[in-house]
């Protein structure tokens, strides 16, 4: 491994560590449940998405990404060279923005997406409880954002670690330092923004959905920040709580659905 690589890891490294140890130290929410027992569960369903990320999207997408720059198609292969990474890298976000809506809109792909909101408490490890299956589910949107986009095979991997490293801070139970939550929220998505957005109240849990920049949430009028973190209920609101346990989790979405508010 190259020099620069170790760098990069041990980095990335350094940030999860800082994030996982300012949530227990600065909790921004009292957590309700023990964490360890969440914790354990949460990535077990995370490992199962990484590998099927990992042999399945990620080589489809590269391949993808390939033929967009080879090709110069897509939104940001018609702009001049320095701006195409850029331009790539914000289609993309903006694409999964849509994503996002689509899964909380649609009943279908809710029953997938539900196993990621019935957590009754978030933090980081929140961030990789994901169905499986739901992998799956969205390769198609995927490898259509991937080619409308016209992001290239680096764009597209400087997307990946900033998706990866964002839904980790804004999933985290993090409180940060004075208004520093706020501020952030003008530009990217934020602890307490996301907090709203996994409310079991359906009004609150119909916004902020983006997993970026936070201007789709404000172009769409779906962004908010007027609730305060201590009167938020985590999870959703339905009668079949037992989905929270893995072996449940996993068959969720393939049994009748409990009468859910549904956002949207």
Not at 95 to 123: C, E, K, N, Q, S
Request: some cysteine.
């Amino acid at each position: 491994m190259k020099a620069g690589k170790i760098a990069l890891v041990a980095a990335a490294g350094a940030v999860v560590g800082g994030i996982l140890l300012a949530e227990r130290t600065r909790p921004l929410r009292a957590q309700t449940r023990p964490a360890i027992p969440r914790n354990i569960r949460n990535a077990a369903l995370g490992a199962g998405c990484a590998v099927i990320v990992a042999a399945v999207e990620e080589p489809l997408t590269q391949a993808i990404a390939q033929k967009n720059e080879a090709r110069r198609r897509g939104i940001a292969q018609k702009l001049p060279g320095p701006l195409r990474e850029i331009a790539g890298i914000i289609a993309m976000d903006y694409g999964f923005y849509w994503w996002h809506v689509a899964t909380h809109r649609v009943p279908f792909l809710w029953r997938f997406h539900r196993v990621h909101h019935i957590d009754p408490d978030m933090d980081a490890s929140t961030a990789v409880r994901f169905h499986p299956a739901d992998m799956f589910v969205s390769l198609p949107w995927r490898l259509a954002q991937v080619r409308l986009s016209g992001v290239g095979p680096r764009g597209l991997r400087w997307w990946r670690n900033i998706f990866n490293f964002s839904i980790l801070f804004h999933h985290s139970n993090m409180k940060l330092p004075g208004r520093l939550d706020d501020l952030l929220a003008a530009v990217i998505t934020t602890p307490k923004m996301h907090g709203i957005h996994h409310s079991v109240v359906a009004e609150q849990a119909d916004s902020n959905f983006t997993s970026g920049l936070s201007i789709w949430d404000r172009l769409h009028g779906t962004f908010r920040d007027d609730v305060a973190q201590g009167s938020i209920t985590i999870g959703v609101d339905d009668a079949r709580q037992q989905d929270v346990e893995l072996p449940h989790a996993l068959t969720a979405p393939f049994k009748d659905q409990p009468a859910t508010k549904m956002t949207g």
